[in-house]
């Protein structure tokens, strides 16, 4: 107990030295600072852990340290090496986090101006439960805690947050009004089933009007079968079957979005049914008796979902030269023109006759 | 402005061939019999300066003179299926400054414009909080507020242009941006009142339309710098924007920023929706697909002269002017040439260098009236180089439609006509 009223007066004197005169250390603004840790950490009493652990009684505590919180390996490994919270180490880890501990899960992209530094670390050294604040910072801030301690258990206590103590608590039939999205692991699936053959008759009356009756689509209306192995053409078809990487997608977007003009009209069982139907019109299941179900949702794999990888434009060699843009002298000759607009003539004008160009927008 | 005038003969290059020239040729006719006797808009008394005008509320909510008529968004039908799930483009050619008006911003819509009672709005968080939530928008209202300018640039912009010069004008090449001052309530504020569980690291963000538009967005960027905007340069939200409450997600593709938001989940991984799959999603030449290219990137384009807005004052003095962007923060340069990037100046951006903002910049350039190849090349304070379109059609190929930032080229012929196209 003692040795920690001593680190945190040592932290205190230390934040101070750090911060030299110029940067004054104030609780008041660390608190609104604290505004862009909340939502990932809570302090006070009764402060529980959220995506990243309480904070209190950090001045002093080893990093990687809080029974019950799962720390990244990396952030354990810190602490086990001999990283203890002090304002020093934590203005450097608050700046930039994955510098300080590579591999820290916390996605905080770091405070950048040093007062916001000196005064968030003022404001957490208010959280010590084992004796008086930091001299800074007692008189400039009350313990934070007020509001969450005020707030009446029960139903009616609002935001768990209680940071301003705004909106309701939902009811579980309002998010079940609402939170219809699915996941490819299946989350959020409703309870149901469906045929192909059911399917089959629901498109016909509901969709193929639109999508056409193979899912080839009519006039511009977007196609929904089909285009396999077209995908390095010069004109690619997209659809369900050659392009789409889960069925999820499919169940999610029919049972929110369609039929266009009369979405959420369907039952959860036409959807199943429908879907099933979509794979059948894509070859990926060839039985008119396949039944899709909640059971069997998430084993059905589609074709194409090996291909899609994470953004690496940054990585282009055009993004690469190293080297100043040119300025004088860049290229040799004279310019010449490769193609027109005007020659395509595709320009909208009323009254004209636009030709239509293959690719639209998507 | 003038160069809106000019445009009232709409953007097909045709006509302006045909009436543009005509029209440059008798006007300089009547100049030059006028001047003898003294120029008639002076020497004549103008109704307006004899008549007096309408009272004040005869337009209890002002709209431009009627000169300016032309001045509008425009769609190009052939695009998609149906204007209910379109898009229709902001009239960069005849616009200045950084700031979009509000009835300019291009709207794009999957299943047509929301009409929403903000009485009857909602807006709810679930998923992986301590405690779901609704919120009414006078809720909202009592948030702390910020306001910030961000552009707003849909992923397909420029998407026509990838396979070469398509559409001839920077409203149909360019016109899906705009950028505006948003009014609203830091998007971690809201999702503090919630409680955020452990393990919550995507948010599923919802919309009230009857597309029910959803999209994941990584957590990092959610708490860093989105907001829940309910204003834009001043006043609420226009329907086509999102009326009452959008999502701002600055520097990235508009799809993210979802209308009419009702709803913010909070999950462990991304929910996959059909505009991350399906869509928005960049075919390579390979075959494979990008994903989640969230950020648009380094990007110029010289709005006039431009299809739409003419030379039409002969050689001599002339603005050349245009809008860049980034978003990975602020634009650092802007490069314009004449020559089709055989040499390049330095142009003088003005205005605020805001990050996640329009940037204007102009060149004052004395035109002797030869054809001109003109291009604007944008360098941002990443240090990132706005490339060619051959440069990205040889990294990607021609299939991506998405995230199209190439250098777009004008030709000005010695008649002032401008055309897009591409050059060697």
Same mark, same amino acid.
């Given at each position: 107990?003692?040795?920690?009223?001593?680190?945190?007066?040592?932290?205190?004197?230390?934040?101070?030295?750090?911060?030299?005169?110029?940067?004054?250390?104030?609780?008041?603004?660390?608190?609104?600072?604290?505004?862009?840790?909340?939502?990932?950490?809570?302090?006070?009493?009764?402060?529980?852990?959220?995506?990243?652990?309480?904070?209190?009684?950090?001045?002093?505590?080893?990093?990687?340290?809080?029974?019950?919180?799962?720390?990244?390996?990396?952030?354990?490994?810190?602490?086990?090496?001999?990283?203890?919270?002090?304002?020093?180490?934590?203005?450097?880890?608050?700046?930039?986090?994955?510098?300080?501990?590579?591999?820290?899960?916390?996605?905080?992209?770091?405070?950048?101006?040093?007062?916001?530094?000196?005064?968030?670390?003022?404001?957490?050294?208010?959280?010590?439960?084992?004796?008086?604040?930091?001299?800074?910072?007692?008189?400039?801030?009350?313990?934070?805690?007020?509001?969450?301690?005020?707030?009446?258990?029960?139903?009616?206590?609002?935001?768990?947050?209680?940071?301003?103590?705004?909106?309701?608590?939902?009811?579980?039939?309002?998010?079940?009004?609402?939170?219809?999205?699915?996941?490819?692991?299946?989350?959020?699936?409703?309870?149901?089933?469906?045929?192909?053959?059911?399917?089959?008759?629901?498109?016909?009356?509901?969709?193929?009007?639109?999508?056409?009756?193979?899912?080839?689509?009519?006039?511009?209306?977007?196609?929904?079968?089909?285009?396999?192995?077209?995908?390095?053409?010069?004109?690619?078809?997209?659809?369900?079957?050659?392009?789409?990487?889960?069925?999820?997608?499919?169940?999610?977007?029919?049972?929110?979005?369609?039929?266009?003009?009369?979405?959420?009209?369907?039952?959860?069982?036409?959807?199943?049914?429908?879907?099933?139907?979509?794979?059948?019109?894509?070859?990926?299941?060839?039985?008119?008796?396949?039944?899709?179900?909640?059971?069997?949702?998430?084993?059905?794999?589609?074709?194409?979902?090996?291909?899609?990888?994470?953004?690496?434009?940054?990585?282009?060699?055009?993004?690469?030269?190293?080297?100043?843009?040119?300025?004088?002298?860049?290229?040799?000759?004279?310019?010449?023109?490769?193609?027109?607009?005007?020659?395509?003539?595709?320009?909208?004008?009323?009254?004209?006759?636009?030709?239509?160009?293959?690719?639209?927008?998507? | 402005?003038?160069?809106?005038?000019?445009?009232?003969?709409?953007?097909?290059?045709?006509?302006?061939?045909?009436?543009?020239?005509?029209?440059?040729?008798?006007?300089?006719?009547?100049?030059?019999?006028?001047?003898?006797?003294?120029?008639?808009?002076?020497?004549?008394?103008?109704?307006?300066?004899?008549?007096?005008?309408?009272?004040?509320?005869?337009?209890?909510?002002?709209?431009?003179?009627?000169?300016?008529?032309?001045?509008?968004?425009?769609?190009?039908?052939?695009?998609?299926?149906?204007?209910?799930?379109?898009?229709?483009?902001?009239?960069?050619?005849?616009?200045?400054?950084?700031?979009?008006?509000?009835?300019?911003?291009?709207?794009?819509?999957?299943?047509?414009?929301?009409?929403?009672?903000?009485?009857?709005?909602?807006?709810?968080?679930?998923?992986?909080?301590?405690?779901?939530?609704?919120?009414?928008? /006078?809720?909202? @209202?009592?948030?702390?507020?910020?306001? #910030?300018?961000?552009? *707003? $640039?849909? =992923?397909?912009?420029?998407? %026509?242009?990838?396979?070469?010069?398509?559409?001839?004008?920077?409203?149909?090449?360019?016109?899906?941006?705009?950028?505006?001052?948003?009014?609203?309530?830091?998007?971690?504020?809201?999702?503090?009142?919630?409680?955020?569980?452990?393990?919550?690291?995507?948010?599923? /963000?919802?919309? @009230?339309?009857?597309?029910?538009?959803? #999209?994941?967005?990584? *957590? $990092?960027? =959610?708490?860093?710098?989105? %907001?829940?905007?309910?204003?834009?340069?001043?006043?609420?939200?226009?329907?086509?924007?999102?009326?009452?409450?959008?999502?701002?997600?600055?520097?990235?593709?508009?799809?993210?920023?979802?209308?009419?938001?009702?709803?913010?989940?909070?999950?462990?991984?991304?929910?996959?929706?059909?505009?991350?799959?399906?869509?928005?999603?960049?075919?390579?030449?390979?075959?494979? =697909?990008?994903?989640?290219?969230?950020?648009?990137?380094?990007?110029?384009?010289?709005?006039?002269?431009?299809?739409?807005?003419?030379?039409?004052?002969?050689?001599?003095?002339?603005?050349?002017?245009?809008?860049?962007?980034?978003?990975?923060?602020?634009?650092?340069?802007?490069?314009?040439?004449?020559?089709?990037?055989?040499?390049?100046?330095?142009?003088?951006?003005?205005?605020?260098?805001?990050?996640?903002?329009?940037?204007?910049?102009?060149?004052?350039?004395?035109?002797?009236?030869?054809?001109?190849?003109?291009?604007?090349?944008?360098?941002?304070?990443?240090?990132?180089?706005?490339?060619?379109?051959?440069?990205?059609?040889?990294?990607?190929?021609?299939?991506?439609?998405?995230?199209?930032?190439?250098?777009?080229?004008?030709?000005?012929?010695?008649?002032?006509?401008?055309?897009?196209?591409?050059?060697?």
């Amino acid at each position: 107990m003692l040795k920690f009223l001593e680190a945190t007066a040592i932290a205190a004197v230390a934040a101070a030295a750090l911060c030299g005169g110029a940067v004054a250390q104030d609780a008041g603004a660390g608190k609104r600072t604290f505004a862009k840790c909340a939502a990932c950490h809570a302090v006070g009493p009764g402060a529980r852990h959220r995506v990243g652990p309480e904070l209190n009684d950090l001045i002093g505590r080893t990093a990687g340290s809080i029974e019950g919180y799962r720390y990244s390996p990396a952030m354990t490994k810190a602490g086990q090496g001999g990283l203890v919270w002090t304002a020093e180490t934590l203005q450097s880890y608050l700046a930039d986090p994955k510098a300080v501990v590579p591999g820290t899960k916390m996605t905080f992209a770091g405070l950048k101006k040093a007062d916001e530094l000196a005064n968030i670390v003022a404001y957490l050294g208010t959280f010590a439960t084992t004796a008086a604040a930091p001299p800074s910072a007692a008189e400039a801030t009350p313990p934070l805690a007020a509001p969450a301690a005020a707030a009446t258990p029960g139903a009616a206590t609002p935001g768990a947050g209680h940071v301003l103590r705004l909106g309701r608590q939902a009811t579980p039939e309002e998010i079940a009004a609402w939170d219809i999205d699915i996941r490819p692991d299946g989350l959020g699936l409703p309870k149901g089933k469906g045929t192909v053959a059911q399917g089959g008759e629901i498109y016909e009356a509901k969709c193929a009007a639109c999508h056409g009756g193979f899912g080839e689509s009519v006039g511009r209306w977007p196609v929904l079968a089909g285009g396999q192995d077209t995908l390095q053409n010069d004109r690619p078809e997209k659809t369900i079957g050659s392009y789409w990487p889960f069925l999820s997608t499919v169940y999610d977007y029919v049972r929110r979005a369609m039929p266009f003009g009369d979405a959420r009209s369907l039952s959860d069982d036409d959807v199943y049914a429908l879907t099933a139907y979509l794979l059948y019109l894509n070859d990926i299941v060839t039985d008119e008796n396949f039944v899709l179900s909640d059971e069997n949702f998430t084993a059905v794999k589609m074709p194409n979902a090996a291909n899609f990888i994470d953004d690496d434009r940054a990585q282009e060699a055009h993004y690469h030269t190293g080297a100043a843009p040119c300025m004088t002298a860049c290229r040799p000759g004279t310019a010449t023109i490769k193609t027109h607009a005007a020659v395509l003539d595709v320009t909208p004008e009323e009254g004209g006759d636009d030709r239509q160009p293959a690719a639209g927008i998507q | 402005m003038s160069q809106s005038n000019e445009s009232a003969q709409g953007p097909s290059r045709r006509r302006l061939l045909k009436a543009g020239l005509a029209g440059t040729l008798a006007g300089g006719l009547v100049t030059g019999r006028a001047l003898a006797a003294g120029d008639p808009a002076i020497t004549d008394i103008q109704d307006w300066n004899r008549y007096s005008g309408p009272g004040v509320d005869a337009q209890p909510y002002g709209t431009p003179s009627p000169y300016e008529k032309t001045v509008i968004r425009r769609n190009v039908p052939w695009l998609t299926a149906d204007p209910v799930s379109s898009v229709n483009f902001t009239p960069l050619h005849a616009l200045d400054g950084i700031i979009t008006p509000n009835g300019l911003c291009f709207e794009r819509h999957h299943a047509g414009v929301a009409e929403i009672d903000p009485a009857a709005h909602r807006l709810m968080i679930n998923g992986l909080v301590e405690t779901p939530l609704v919120f009414t928008m /006078a809720d909202l @209202a009592r948030f702390p507020r910020t306001n #910030r300018i961000y552009f *707003l $640039e849909c =992923a397909a912009n420029s998407g %026509m242009e990838w396979r070469g010069a398509q559409l001839n004008g920077c409203q149909f090449t360019h016109g899906m941006v705009h950028c505006v001052m948003y009014t609203g309530v830091p998007l971690r504020a809201v999702l503090a009142e919630a409680g955020l569980k452990p393990g919550a690291t995507w948010l599923l /963000a919802e919309g @009230a339309d009857a597309a029910a538009m959803t #999209r994941s967005i990584p *957590l $990092e960027k =959610a708490l860093d710098d989105c %907001m829940i905007a309910f204003a834009m340069n001043g006043e609420a939200l226009r329907p086509e924007q999102g009326y009452p409450i959008r999502l701002v997600v600055p520097g990235w593709e508009g799809n993210m920023w979802v209308k009419w938001l009702r709803r913010l989940e909070l999950g462990d991984q991304p929910w996959q929706q059909r505009e991350e799959t399906s869509k928005y999603t960049d075919l390579l030449a390979s075959g494979k =697909a990008r994903r989640f290219t969230w950020a648009m990137e380094v990007k110029s384009v010289i709005t006039s002269p431009s299809p739409q807005a003419p030379v039409r004052h002969g050689r001599g003095r002339l603005v050349i002017s245009g809008l860049a962007w980034t978003g990975n923060g602020r634009i650092a340069q802007v490069d314009v040439t004449i020559d089709g990037g055989r040499n390049w100046t330095a142009a003088r951006i003005d205005g605020p260098s805001l990050p996640h903002a329009l940037h204007r910049f102009y060149l004052e350039h004395d035109w002797d009236g030869s054809a001109l190849f003109l291009q604007s090349r944008a360098i941002d304070e990443k240090g990132y180089v706005q490339p060619t379109k051959d440069a990205l059609r040889a990294a990607r190929g021609s299939n991506s439609i998405y995230h199209n930032n190439g250098i777009q080229t004008w030709y000005v012929g010695t008649d002032g006509v401008v055309e897009n196209v591409e050059i060697s």
